[in-house]
């Protein structure tokens, strides 16, 4: 008679343990503790020191100059706002259905370059 109590008990013990280490696991997640600020500023970005550096080492070596790619320049800030305007490079740069994705052949751009970008854009595409 005593085994089957102690037998009881220890049941009863890996019942609640269990209970206790499910009822731990089981919280809500912050976004914020699970993906803490990356530092990726999109406040005031300018072109000069944000947007055209990632369009230069990722976009110039095939959309410059008398043969680019498509026809679509990106040498220099006027025309990287026309292209911007004529709508074509937030979709490829985002890798949007219906639009080529580019770099072409390469990764996609990083979301905190694309995010600056499109902070760049919306704060009026200055030529700064």
């Known amino acids: 008679m005593e085994l089957l109590t102690t037998k009881n008990r220890f049941s009863r013990l890996f019942i609640l343990l269990a209970v206790v280490l499910m009822s731990t696991a089981c919280y809500k997640d912050n976004e914020e503790d699970l993906y803490p600020d990356n530092g990726c500023n999109t406040e005031n970005v300018s072109f000069a020191q944000t947007v055209w550096p990632v369009i230069n080492n990722n976009c110039v070596s095939c959309h410059s100059g008398p043969g680019a790619s498509g026809g679509i320049r990106l040498g220099n800030y006027n025309e990287v706002v026309a292209t911007i305007d004529g709508g074509r490079f937030l979709g490829a740069i985002k890798h949007e259905n219906g639009f080529s994705a580019m770099p072409q052949g ?23």
């Open 106 to 128: 390469g990764s996609k751009l990083s979301d905190c370059n694309i995010s600056q970008i499109d902070a760049w854009i919306a704060q009026g595409k200055l030529n700064n």
